[in-house]
């Protein structure tokens, strides 16, 4: 991935931003040498829930309930 420094990123926005939307490639914007955020194309970042799927896993019926909230079932 490409690393460009925030005083990079003032004097050549949008030549960067081209880049990125013609190469569809990330670039990490640098302060000092630290990593403070990514410049993505368009609909390249995950989908939340997407993110979610090896962290949660749904069981069973979850759009209606069956029952008390005592008698749901707590995984841990």
């Known amino acids: 991935m490409k690393k460009v420094s925030t005083t990079d990123l003032k004097t050549r926005c949008l030549s960067i931003l081209e880049t990125v939307r013609t ?18 194309p368009v609909g390249e970042a ?3 829930l997407g993110r979610l799927r090896a962290v949660v896993k749904v069981r069973g019926d979850v ?3 069956v029952g008390p909230p005592e008698s749901w079932e707590v995984l841990r």
Request: net charge neutral; glycine share 4%; no cysteine.
């Open 46 to 48: 995950p989908e939340f």
């Open 23 to 40: 190469t569809r490639e990330p670039v990490l914007i640098t302060e000092r040498g630290k990593p403070v955020a990514k410049l993505m």
């Open 63 to 65: 759009e209606s309930t």
